[in-house]
């Protein structure tokens, strides 16, 4: 019995110093080369060339030739990673790893895509029998998915990539906002990496706000300027790793994958390592005056009367259908309160917006926003809140959510004896944000005519 014990003992430490011997003891846990040799590939087709055949109208079939099955392959470079989970299945390519002529998004079902194509990796890809067209203004490969480019399937697209042996720096193109906002001529930029430089966060966001919301999975634009106030949007995605860092306060540069998303410009960094502000800001006067907790608003310092707009230092108060009647203080029974109505102003439609200057919502807090409104002769619902965190001063290019509030209604016959309390509007989901409140009145004179007054817009934690 103790002979059969020695046995089974040498067997099993034998066994072990086998597995011992074949482990290989490395730091480096990334994916291991998949491929030793460069897969012999015939390239017969660039991104140039594929992009050419979409003329802007529905998403085009790609093939050498009407009815041709010859296989279609392109090579380029990879730019895009979805590592930090700021890029979500896309892989975005390039024809070169510098000075690239053409750069195109590959539409794809297939997630952690750095893991085997990483920035900077060469790959050749089968484009034949895939369609090329747009993505809410995005060049983009993929499926046909009604009359818009869908996503390739994991099967599909892992038989159709294959991955080079080559893995080289690429060298962002230095480009100024001026050139990735100009759509006549930014195609060309679309989908590569870029630099800016000299750039930093409007003063109000740098080192206050964060790359995006960290208490929720929405999106969020974020604007960056240069020394000139011209001023480019960054996208961040609610799950991207980074997004509850704050936004740094200097100037410097940045590096970023160039997109569009219908006709507004943005830039998607990697990480954070794309973002380098290190250096002395620019002194610009910047979007207007934050404001910190508690806010109070009733118009009472301000002259009223007829025809006197509302200018308020910080506030924006603009009239976006070309014409001149903005908001106006006006005053009853002693009390000052602001107000506008489509009524005999001649534009059809009529729409005016008032904003607030930034409002700085402590972290942890929960601010209650509550505001007063009364409506005279009333036909029809004009007015409407909402909220944005990347106001830049056009009301037009912000992003902004509705928010649900009571609103004075149905006095037909004249005003309302008293005004209506909107009831507490929570913003503690934008706790830690600059946030502007806009007032939006959209009208018609042929139209919805409706009187609205505002009163005592507070914001409190």
Same mark, same amino acid.
């Given at each position: 019995m103790k002979n059969l014990k020695n046995i089974k003992l040498i067997s099993l430490l034998f066994l072990l110093g086998i597995m011992g011997a074949s482990c290989v003891h490395d730091d480096d846990y990334n994916?291991?080369?998949?491929?030793?040799?460069?897969?012999? *590939?015939? /390239?017969?087709?660039?991104?140039?060339?594929?992009?050419?055949?979409?003329?802007?109208?529905?998403?085009? *079939?790609?093939?050498?030739?009407?009815?041709?099955?010859?296989? $279609?392959? $392109?090579?380029?470079?990879?730019?895009?990673?979805?590592?930090?989970?700021?890029?979500?299945?896309? $892989?975005v390519i390039q024809d070169s790893p510098e000075n690239p002529s053409a750069g195109v998004a590959i539409s794809t079902e297939a997630t952690n895509l750095y893991t085997k194509y990483e920035p900077g990796r060469k790959v050749y890809f089968r484009v034949d029998g895939l369609y090329i067209g747009e993505y809410a203004g995005l060049p983009t490969i993929g499926i046909l998915d009604g009359d818009e480019v869908g996503r390739i399937n994991i099967e599909d697209f892992e038989e159709r990539i294959l991955r080079s042996t080559e893995k080289i720096e690429i060298q962002p193109q230095t480009i100024t906002i001026s050139q990735a906002n100009d759509n006549d001529t930014n195609e060309v930029f679309l989908n590569t990496l870029v630099k800016f430089e000299n750039v930093q966060f409007p003063e109000g966001l740098a080192g206050i706000a964060h790359y995006g919301n960290p208490g929720n999975t929405y999106s969020v634009n974020r604007q960056l300027e240069n020394c000139d106030e011209e001023t480019i949007v960054l996208r961040t995605s609610g799950y991207s790793d980074f997004k509850g860092l704050l936004l740094p306060e200097g100037n410097g540069e940045i590096i970023a994958v160039l997109s569009r998303f219908n006709n507004d410009v943005q830039l998607f960094i990697r990480d954070i390592d794309d973002v380098n502000m290190n250096n002395e800001r620019c002194n610009l006067s910047g979007n207007g005056e934050i404001f910190d907790l508690p806010f109070f608003q009733d118009f009472e310092s301000h002259n009223s009367g007829a025809g006197i707009? $509302?200018?308020?230092?910080?506030?924006?108060?603009?009239? *976006?259908?070309?014409?001149?009647? /903005?908001?106006? /203080?006006?005053?009853?029974?002693?009390?000052?309160?602001?107000?506008?109505?489509?009524?005999?102003?001649?534009e059809s439609p009529f729409e005016v917006w008032l904003v607030t200057p930034g409002l700085r919502l402590p972290s942890d807090s929960s601010p209650i926003l509550t505001f007063d409104t009364n409506d005279g002769f009333f036909n029809g619902e004009a007015l409407t809140i909402k909220i944005a965190t990347d106001f830049d001063g056009d009301v037009l290019t912000a992003e902004w959510t509705d928010l649900d509030a009571d609103i004075s209604a149905g006095n037909s016959n004249g005003y309302g004896a008293e005004f209506t309390p909107s009831g507490d509007i929570d913003l503690s989901t934008y706790a830690g944000e600059i946030v502007y409140i806009g007032f939006q009145y959209l009208g018609a004179s042929n139209g919805i005519t409706t009187t609205y007054q505002i009163d005592n817009i507070s914001v409190i934690e």
């Open positions: 994916v291991p080369e998949i491929n030793v040799e460069e897969p012999n *590939v015939d /390239v017969n087709t660039t991104i140039e060339t594929i992009k050419r055949i979409y003329r802007g109208y529905e998403p085009k *079939v790609i093939e050498a030739g009407e009815g041709s099955t010859r296989e $279609l392959y $392109l090579a380029a470079y990879v730019i895009s990673s979805d590592e930090t989970g700021n890029f979500y299945k896309s $892989l707009p $509302l200018d308020i230092e910080g506030w924006t108060n603009i009239n *976006v259908s070309g014409g001149t009647r /903005v908001f106006e /203080v006006m005053e009853f029974n002693s009390n000052n309160y602001t107000q506008t109505s489509a009524y005999n102003s001649g």
